[in-house]
């Protein structure tokens, strides 16, 4: 895999940079340096008409006489299932990895040059392909899940708030989520409590999570690079396997931590420079 060297702000290679200062000529890059990504473009194309198929066959599906039914009956549960999560897998999946895919085709043919780091190209068409995946399966999850509440005559807000609650805190980019879970196994709030401290302190989510073993403020929360701060005085278990687990988490830091993590992580596996 081509991995080309370390440019300057105009796009040029040291030996480019000395050459167009000399001769005053933009440099001309060869055919194969150009296309070098070619090859792992079709997997844009496979992916994103995957996407749209399976949309094709929600949209099909959701309009079947006892599924249409039945989503009438769930409320606005519903939509989350019918409409959100349709439009998403067809638009987000399809659309944007197609587009995604002409662009890396198109561009270095534009603009004379490769891509600047073609494990950036490859993270951004993974994470864009199993992120929506995951979203699809949890919007459909969480749609039946309080559909059947509802059809069963609880209150859409009831279901909701059953599902769990995440809300903004009134500070600058602070934000609270509170998971509701019911567990196959019996479990005491100290069992609990001791469970995350465990996975706090060692790989893989040391340094991704972390416990809140007193009350604090919200606002200190600002600035946190952990993307969840579990607030072990506010966890519950109700009964024994009921549990309500709460996480505060800067919003914005904690995404911006874990992506400079990720992108330093694909740069320094990313292959050498071919020579």
């Not at 997997?43 to 959701?62: N, Q, S």
């Not at 890396?104 to 951004?124: K, N």
Request: net charge neutral.
């Amino acid at each position: 895999m081509f991995v080309p060297e370390k440019v300057d702000p105009d796009g040029l290679f040291p030996d480019e940079r000395k050459k167009y200062e000399e001769t005053g000529e933009a440099p001309k890059r060869p055919d194969d340096e150009l296309h070098a990504h070619d090859r792992r473009l079709p997997k844009y194309f496979l992916t994103g008409g995957a996407f749209l198929l399976l949309g094709g066959m929600h949209m099909v599906l959701k309009n079947l006489p006892w599924t249409a039914e039945w989503l009438a009956r769930a409320g606005y549960a519903g939509h989350l299932v019918r409409d959100l999560s349709n439009t998403h897998v067809m638009i987000v999946g399809g659309g944007t990895l197609i587009s995604t895919g002409l662009c890396w085709y198109v561009l270095p043919r534009i603009v004379r040059r490769p891509l600047v780091s073609p494990g950036l190209a490859q993270g951004s068409f993974w994470f864009t392909a199993v992120g929506l995946l995951v979203f699809y399966v949890a919007l459909i999850a969480n749609g039946i899940a309080m559909g059947r509440l509802v059809s069963n005559g609880w209150d859409y807000e009831a279901a909701k708030l059953h599902m769990g609650k995440a809300y903004r805190v009134p500070t600058r980019t602070g934000s609270i989520v509170e998971l509701n879970a019911n567990l196959k196994k019996s479990v005491t709030v100290d069992e609990l409590k001791n469970a995350f401290r465990t996975a706090a302190s060692k790989a893989p989510l040391q340094g991704v999570m972390d416990v809140l073993e007193e009350e604090w403020t919200s606002s200190r929360i600002v600035g946190d690079s952990h993307s969840s701060i579990i607030d072990l005085p506010l966890m519950q278990v109700m009964g024994d396997k009921f549990v309500s687990v709460a996480a505060w988490y800067d919003n914005e830091w904690g995404f911006t931590s874990r992506l400079a993590e990720t992108a330093a992580l694909l740069v320094k596996e990313a292959a050498p420079v071919a020579k």
